[in-house]
Each structure stands twice: as structure tokens, then as C-alpha cells.
């Protein structure tokens, strides 16, 4: 949930590589990607087997949705929330439409979180869906290379410093590839990789998005096992 890359293909129109670095207790393990039929809807996603819901996933309504923990800066956890926010991922994968969701939709009682979403049904759009507890607020993001990083996990000089790494990353490679943005999401330099005990990266999670045909990449590094899930 807690490192995420964006990058448009510009040889395809409405395509793109999305990276995923899920940073969690070592005690939630995760089922790889599957598909699911919900409420009429495809959903492709990896399942938290402890709360059954997921931070990451596409669905037939032509969507990828993504979570991160916590909204515009870190906050003091409750003992107890009334709902899982996997559940919210799953649910904004579903809608129609998905502004009108994120307006309408209870958070009352729900961790902060960040959503980041791509629509590509006619055009590449780009959105930043913060709830930090309070009130809800939207971001446009542009359709350009993007990273992001939860503030739950990393303070606002960590989150530039990996900034800083994905820019120089994307200067380094002219015609860059997912293979390259995969390596990239596997260093340990910038922090890419965390190990504080019990909160680790545990899982890395890739969807290519081309005109023809979109993947969801998923590996578990405890066991490096790595599965390839082709989203219809």
C-alpha cells in the first residue's frame, strides 16, 4: 500500500505501467491475484486473507484502483474502525461512476486513506482521492510518470528523497520498459524495500494496461514466487 509508481506507454494510446510496493505487518499474508465476479462486475485483484478485501486491483469498468495509508500526513491509529478500507477498494472498482461514489460514499469511522485511480475507458485519467478522516478532497493528477508514498509509513523528507530517486531513475533510461520500472520497484536504495521488524514490504504488484491486452504481475518476496494474471 505503500509505494506506487505511474507511467503512460506512449506507443499505445490509454496505456500504461502501474507499480505497487505493499508495505505491511508480516502476521496479513495475501493470495495472489484472482479473478472475481462481484456484483456482475470482473474484479482482478491480490486478497488480504486476513480482512478479505485488497489495496490494488482492475475491474471491467475499465478502472485500476490503489490504496495507500493514511491522507495528507500521518496520524494516531484507532483500536477499531467500522469499516476495512479494502472493502472501499473494492467498491470503487465496482461504481459506475466513480466521483459520484467517493461524494456519496460513508467514510465515516474509516481510516484515513489516499486512493489513486486510473480511468481509461476514452481518455487516460489520473486521480488523487484523499479521506483524512475529517473531509474529502480530489486531485486531477497529470498523465505523466508519478510516484507516490503513504505518509503512514514515510515523513515528508523520506517522501522527496524517493521523489528525487524516481526522477533520476526515468533519466536514466530513454525508452523505459515495465522489466525496468519492476527493478526499479525491487532496490533497496531510496527505501523501496523496508524492513522494520515486523512492517516490511512483502509484496510487489504490476499492472500493464496496453490496448490489446493487460496483465496483473504479482510477487510475494518471502518466497519470491511470482504470478502473472491476464485481465480480460
Known amino acids: 500500500m505503500c509505494t506506487l509508481t505511474f507511467f503512460p506507454l506512449k506507443a499505445e494510446e490509454n496505456s500504461f505501467v502501474f507499480t505497487s510496493n505493499r508495505d505491511e505487518s508480516i ?33 471491467s469498468q475499465q478502472r485500476l484502483v490503489c490504496l495507500m495509508n493514511g491522507g495528507f500526513e500521518s496520524h494516531q491509529r484507532k483500536s477499531t474502525y467500522t469499516m476495512s478500507r479494502g472493502v472501499v477498494v473494492k467498491e470503487a472498482l465496482k461504481t459506475n461512476d ?7 460514499f460513508n467514510l465515516e469511522g474509516v481510516e484515513p486513506f489516499t486512493l489513486i485511480s486510473m480511468e481509461y475507458k476514452e481518455k487516460l485519467q489520473l486521480w488523487r482521492w484523499v479521506w483524512d478522516g475529517k473531509e474529502k478532497h480530489l486531485f486531477a493528477e497529470e498523465v505523466k510518470p508519478q510516484i507516490w508514498s503513504a505518509a503512514m509509513t514515510y515523513n515528508p523528507l523520506q517522501r522527496k528523497e524517493r521523489e528525487q530517486h524516481w526522477k533520476e531513475f526515468l533519466k536514466k533510461h530513454q525508452h523505459i520498459t515495465e522489466k525496468e520500472i519492476w527493478s526499479f520497484h525491487h532496490q533497496k536504495k531510496g527505501d523501496l524495500i523496508i524492513d522494520r521488524g515486523e512492517l516490511k514490504t512483502t509484496s510487489v504488484t504490476q499492472a500493464v494496461v496496453k490496448t490489446y491486452k493487460k496483465t496483473l504481475q504479482f510477487e510475494e518476496l518471502s518466497t519470491k514466487e511470482i504470478s502473472l494474471l491476464e485481465v480480460k
Open 98 to 104: 466513480l466521483q459520484e461514489f467517493f461524494d456519496s
Open 27 to 59: 502476521h496479513r499474508p495475501t493470495l495472489a491475484p484472482q479473478h472475481y465476479l462481484e456484483d456482475k462486475v470482473d474484479l482482478y485483484y491480490p486478497k488480504d486473507k486476513t480482512a478479505g478485501g485488497t489495496w490494488v486491483g482492475l475491474s
